[in-house]
C-alpha cells in the first residue's frame, strides 16, 4: 500500500514534503505501505482549513439532529468496510485477526451509533428557574479546534471517542495517529470523505512526536485530547497551560485486580487472562497486578498459570492465535527488560520469560510472562510494562490489599472478584481510580465515562461526559420585558 497523500481538510492533498512513513508488520518484520508524512507545514494547513470550518461553515451550525443524522451516514459506511479495516490493524499491529474484528474495529464501530444514541438525548439547551426571577438558559456550544493525537495500541476505538463526540458537539477535528499504525487511519479519512462532511470539518495528519507536539502547541487549536504515556502526558498539559488551551489526558495505568478470599481461582484466571494479556498485553487498563490472599496464593497462581501457560502465541492471521507480536523491537526489547528486572528483584518465575515464543523465529514476539511472590515495591509492579506480564501480589487481609492497590502513581483502573457483589461494591468505592469492574476487566462501555486519576491522567471519555469534554457551556440570564413609562 502506498498513500502519496493527505487528508487535509476533507481533500486528498499532496504532502508539502517527500518525507515517507514506512510501515512494518510486527510478525514477519518486513514493510506493508509507505505513506505519506505530514510535516508543521501540512499542519498549518489543516489547521486552517479547521479553523474557517469552524468559524464561517455549516457543521457547527446545524441542528444537532443534522450532526446526528451525518454520523450515522459515516457509521453506515463504516460497517461496509468492517473486514478492510481489521485486515489493515492486523498488518501494522500484528493485533490477533480475531481481536482486530471484535475490539479494534466492531467496537469502535457500534460507539459510533452509541455516541448518536447518547446525542439524542443530551442537553445542548435548557431552561432553569433562576433564583432572583430570571430565566437562565444555559447553551452547550462546541469548544472549537480539536486535536485528537492518538497512539497505536488501539487506534480506531482511540480515534472514535474522540472525533465523534468532538463532531457531534460542532467542533472540527484534526487527527494526529502514530507512525506505527496511520493506515487505519487513512482509511477512515476514506470513509469520511464517502460520507460527505462538509469541507474543513475532519483533517488526519499521520506524524512523530515532533508533529505532534507542533500540533498540540498550535495557537488555532482549541482543545487537545491526548492519549499515551505518562510522560507524554505532562508534556501535552505543559504546553496547552501556557495558552489555556483545554486539555484532556488518558494516560498510563498499572491496575490491581484483588481478588478475595471466596473468589472461585479458575473464573479469576480466565476473566484476568482476558482483561490483561488481549492485545498483547499492549492495553493501558490491563489489570496487570493480580493481590491474592496469602493463605490462597498457590491456589490462585496455579489457577493463572494455567491460563498464561495455554495461550495460543504466533501468526497474528490464524483465527486461533490469542497472542500477538509487540508492536515495535524497542516494545519487545523493553518488555524483555522488564522480565529480566523482575527476576533480579527476586520475584519468582512462573511462567514465561525472555527467550522467543516456542516455533517462533522471527517478529517481535513476547512470551506471556507470570511472576509470583512479588512485592509492590519492585519496579514490575510498580512501572507500566505495556506487554504480556503479570505480577502476582499476596496480601494478608482486605485491608492491606486496599493499602496495596492504592500504593501506586496510577489510578486509571482496577477490579475486585469476589463471590459477594456487595462486598465487591463495598471495595471498589474504596479505590481511587477513574475506572473499575466487579467481577470483570473494566468493561468500555459506551454509556460509561472512562478516565483516570492521579499519573492516569483526567478527563472522560465515553458516556455523556465524552461530549462535555468538548462544549463550552454558557449561560444566559433573561429577564421579563422592560415596559416603557
Known sequence: MHQNELFIGGTWTPASTGDRIEVVSPSTETPVARVAAAAPDDVDKAVEAARTAFDTGPWRRLEAAERIAAIRRLAEIYGTRRTEMAELITSELGAPISFAQRAQVALPWSMMTAFCDLAESYPWREVRAGRYGSDIH?????????????????????????????????????????????????????????????????????????????????????????????????????????????VSLELGGKSAAIVLDDADPAAVATGIRSASLSNSGQICNALTRVLVPAG???????????????????????????????????QQ?????????????????????????????????????????????????????????????????????????????????GSVWTDDADRGMSVAERIRTGTFGVNQGYTMDP????????????????GREGI??????????????????
Not at 299 to 304: G, I, P, Q, R
Open 138 to 246: 444555559v447553551l452547550r456550544e462546541p469548544i472549537g479546534v480539536a486535536a485528537a493525537v492518538v497512539p497505536w495500541n488501539m487506534p480506531q476505538f482511540l480515534i472514535v471517542t474522540k472525533l465523534v463526540p468532538a463532531l457531534l458537539a460542532g467542533c472540527s477535528v484534526i487527527v494526529k495517529p502514530a507512525p506505527e499504525t496511520p493506515l487505519n487511519a487513512l482509511l477512515l479519512a476514506e470513509l469520511i470523505a464517502e460520507a460527505e462532511l462538509p469541507p474543513g470539518v475532519v483533517s488526519v495528519v499521520p506524524g512523530g512526536r515532533e508533529l505532534g507536539e507542533y500540533l498540540v502547541r498550535h495557537p488555532g487549536v482549541d482543545k487537545v485530547s491526548f492519549t499515551g504515556s505518562t510522560g507524554a502526558g505532562k508534556a501535552v498539559a505543559a504546553a496547552c497551560a501556557t495558552d489555556l488551551r483545554r
Open 447 to 462: 454509556f460509561a465515562p472512562f478516565g483516570g486519576v492521579k499519573a492516569s491522567g483526567y478527563g472522560r471519555e465515553l
Open 296 to 330: 490462597r496464593a498457590d491456589d490462585f497462581t496455579d489457577a493463572l498459570a494455567a491460563e498464561v501457560a495455554n495461550l495460543v502465541v504466533g501468526d497474528p492471521w490464524n483465527d486461533s492465535t490469542q497472542v500477538g507480536p509487540l508492536v515495535a523491537q524497542r
Open 468 to 485: 462535555d469534554g468538548y462544549t463550552d457551556t454558557k449561560s444566559i440570564a433573561v429577564a421579563a420585558a422592560i415596559k416603557g413609562a
Open 333 to 413: 526489547e523493553r518488555v524483555r527488560g522488564y522480565i529480566e528486572i523482575g527476576q533480579r528483584e527476586g520475584a519468582r518465575l512462573v511462567v514465561g520469560g525472555t527467550t522467543m515464543p516456542d516455533g517462533l523465529d522471527r517478529g517481535w514476539y513476547a512470551r506471556p510472562t507470570l511472576f509470583a511472590d512479588a512485592d509492590n515495591s519492585m519496579r514490575i509492579a510498580r512501572e507500566e510494562i505495556f506487554g504480556p506480564v503479570l505480577t502476582v501480589i499476596p496480601y494478608a487481609d482486605e485491608d492491606e490489599a486496599l493499602a496495596i492497590a492504592n500504593d501506586s502513581d496510577y489510578g486509571l483502573a
